[in-house]
């Protein structure tokens, strides 16, 4: 066995409570999602989890996510990178669009093969796969040599880049990760094997 990495989505957005579609815009946490993410450290601490080295996205609702994990952690100055390879998916011509507006107008259909397929991008923005082309490498480089070595690695981040990096962890393909949800604020904690499959994985919900 090596080390751990935990992945986290942030807490509910001011965004996700109007039912918009996000991407690289940069709303805050709402009440809500402050709470969540208060909890999600919470949960972490239960577990006697310390955290060796911190890695984010360069979006406001994940470093805060972040943030107030690290404080109930009492790690508030610990080692943070934040990367733009971590954001969410780039959701292109859909951003600030309502979700359900955007059913009515294109179909459940399509709306949902744009919002969880592998390799269709929604209009001018970015599919599952190129998500995953920025965010496999900055993993392989950054954030999977320190879980080899032996550390604790908390990332913060977004539903879909965290959907193309449990693509990889737990061998989904095509097809199984269309059914791939990932909850706000409930963090996910991997341990690794030495040769990077996963040994254990733990949800941590409430
Ligand atoms: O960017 C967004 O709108 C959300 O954070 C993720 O949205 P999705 O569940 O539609 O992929």
């Not at 934040?82 to 780039?90: G, M, Q, Y």
């Given at each position: 066995m090596s080390g751990t990495l935990i992945l986290v989505r942030h807490g509910q957005s001011e965004w996700n409570l109007k039912n918009l579609f996000t991407g690289w815009r940069d709303p805050d946490l709402t009440e809500k999602g402050v709470e969540e993410a208060i909890a999600a450290g919470q949960r972490l601490k239960a577990k006697g989890i310390k955290a060796d080295i911190a890695f984010t996205s360069?979006?406001?609702?994940?470093?805060?996510?972040?943030g107030l994990i690290l404080k109930e952690l009492g790690q508030e100055s610990l080692e943070t990178i934040?990367?733009?390879?971590?954001?969410?998916?780039?959701y292109g011509d859909l951003s600030g669009l309502n979700k359900d507006?955007?059913?009515a107008k294109w179909g459940e259909e399509q709306v949902h093969i744009w919002?969880?397929?592998?390799d269709v991008p929604p209009p001018g923005g970015e599919s599952l796969r190129d998500t995953g082309a920025r965010v496999w490498p900055y993993y392989m480089t950054e954030i999977l040599p320190r879980v080899l070595r032996g550390q604790t690695?908390?990332?913060?981040?977004?539903?879909?880049?965290l959907r193309s990096l449990m693509m990889v962890l737990d061998r989904l393909n095509k097809e199984t990760i269309l059914k791939l949800e990932i909850e706000t604020g409930v963090p996910i904690v991997y341990?690794?094997?030495?040769d990077s499959t996963v040994a254990s994985k733990e949800v941590l919900h409430g």
């Open positions: 360069a979006l406001t609702r994940a470093q805060r996510t972040l934040r990367d733009e390879a971590l954001n969410e998916r780039d507006d955007a059913r919002r969880r397929s592998y690695v908390l990332v913060a981040a977004h539903g879909n880049s341990r690794l094997n030495s």
